[in-house]
């Protein structure tokens, strides 16, 4: 299986102001998402991460709002930009194509939970 | 991605098996079936997948209609550690590319 790890855990940010999220995946990967589970909710697909050139965004997600970087196969960020209180989510990074394991399994995450104020 | 349709939510006694109903009537030919889970404050899980046989693997079973227009996720042995909202998912463009709906809440009583 893909191990990964998101930084920060949680943080709580003033409204107008960016925070960046990390994802690191303990191997190299094909595939990087990015997702947002608000409060109550199921999951919606912000971004497919492209190394090497910009990220796909899914109908409703910008890049101005949500500028996100693919520097290698093993890591990738989503910056929440310009905060506001409707930004408050969980943010999670999946995976595909790790070594040895077939696109069918895609791995998640344990999440960034952002409080915006 | 074809439309899934799930109970909101499911009790289910530890211990015995639980079985979790998935009704995807618009699948077409060579969509697949996939399940996920998402423990409370955790990200999803991936449990099995099925395209028109029956899967099973460590974690669950797959059992899907002939007419492959429903399927039923079965935990064989229920714990509480499988308390979790299960997700049914059929995506039509890539298999990575998941649209999640609003799942099933299974709650596994002692």
């Known amino acids: 299986s893909a191990v990964i790890s998101q930084k920060p855990s949680r943080d709580i940010c003033q409204r107008g102001t960016s925070l960046t999220i990390q994802c690191q995946v303990d191997?190299?990967?094909?595939?990087m998402f990015w997702y947002r589970q608000q409060p109550g909710q199921s999951l919606t697909l912000i971004a497919t991460?492209?190394?090497?050139?910009?990220?796909?965004?899914e109908s409703g997600f910008v890049i101005d709002k949500f500028p996100i970087s693919r520097p290698n196969l093993t890591f990738s960020t989503l910056t929440v930009s310009n905060m506001s209180p409707e930004d408050s989510s969980i943010y999670l990074c999946?995976?595909?194509?790790?070594?040895?394991?077939?696109?069918?399994?895609?791995?998640f995450g344990p999440g960034t939970r952002l409080t915006v104020l | 991605d074809a439309k899934t349709t799930q109970p909101t939510s499911m009790d289910c006694a530890e211990g015995r098996a639980a079985n979790l109903p998935c009704n995807h009537s618009?699948?077409?030919?060579?969509?697949?079936v996939y399940w996920y889970r998402q423990i409370h404050s955790q990200g999803p899980q991936y449990i099995i997948h099925?395209?028109?046989?029956?899967e099973t693997n460590e974690m669950a079973s797959l059992i899907i209609t002939e007419d492959r227009k429903s399927s039923t996720l079965i935990l064989p042995h229920a714990t509480l550690r499988d308390t979790a909202v299960y997700y049914c998912?059929?995506?039509?463009?890539?298999?990575?590319?998941?649209?999640w709906g609003a799942g099933t809440k299974l709650i596994i009583k002692p």
């Open positions: 991460a492209n190394q090497g050139s910009e990220a796909t965004y």
């Open positions: 998912i059929v995506p039509s463009i890539r298999n990575y590319q998941l649209i």
């Open positions: 618009t699948i077409s030919g060579n969509e697949y």
């Open positions: 099925g395209l028109k046989n029956n």
């Open positions: 191997s190299q990967v094909t595939m």
């Open positions: 999946s995976v595909v194509g790790a070594s040895g394991i077939s696109y069918n399994e895609q791995f």
